[in-house]
């Protein structure tokens, strides 16, 4: 059985990671990084783990230019406590192309703030992406 305080920490640990995906989405760097710990790792699982909130906002800004855009459509997203889970499809536009792949994420909250950001992510499903991505930017599509 939840307890109501579970059930308060569940849902305003979802509140600031739909909070943290809408500032990715709108470009807001700032935003997104008020979210974030001091000492914040975020981990694309397979390549190497960005550590501290100046090595996570870096990649976060060279991602937020403006030949650069970040979308995320939320399919599922549950909590347990402090540790929010997603469910997502993400896209990655660079100029006219645009690169369309399924994301699972982990975040692992400490003091209402994203300490942990883990996300799981086939390389295929990725490549694949930017494949068709790059043959619909050929066609104009």
Known sequence: MTTPATTDRSDAAVAVVTDFFEALGALDVPRATAHLTEDVQWQNVSLPTL?????????????????????AVMHHIASDGDTVLTERTDTLIVGPLRSVFWVCGTFEMRDGKI???????SWRAFLVGTVVGTVRSALGR
């Not at 550590?51 to 979308?71: D, H, I, N």
């Open 115 to 121: 300490a942990v950001w883990r996300d799981y992510f």
């Open 51 to 71: 550590r501290g909130l100046p090595a996570v906002g870096r990649a976060l800004r060279a991602a937020g230019r403006p030949r650069f855009r970040f979308e």
